[in-house]
Nanobody, 111 residues
């Protein structure tokens, strides 16, 4: 069974940092490019970032470029998203997405 479980969300003040993780199982993680996507309350899904199968290429939405860093550890079957300089508009449920979309983790940026 393919599973993707995101974790690491929480409440953080503007300007703060969080690191999200996504544990993958049930498929060959190192064969897949992976994405982070998010959905803010009452809004549609927004693509955030992509990393290729071996971690050598990354892409970012303009809204997060320079603040977020995507990475992966294929030995641990885990995807990461380092989020710095967080803004209130980053508040959303964050999902990892590969062969399927996993369960999300809520990030709330508020003072």
């Amino acid at each position: 069974e393919v599973q993707l479980q995101a974790s690491g969300g929480g409440l953080v003040q503007p300007g703060g940092s969080l690191r999200l993780s996504c544990a993958a199982s049930g498929f060959t993680f190192s064969d897949y490019a992976m994405n982070w996507i998010r959905q803010a309350p009452g809004k549609g899904v927004e693509w955030v970032s992509r990393i290729n199968f071996d971690g050598t290429r990354t892409n970012y939405a303009d809204s997060v470029k320079g603040r977020f860093t995507i990475s992966r550890d294929n030995a641990k079957n885990t995807l990461y998203l380092q989020m710095d300089s967080l803004k209130p508009e980053d508040t959303a449920v964050y999902y990892c997405d590969g062969p399927m979309r996993g369960q999300g983790t809520l990030v709330t940026v508020s003072s």
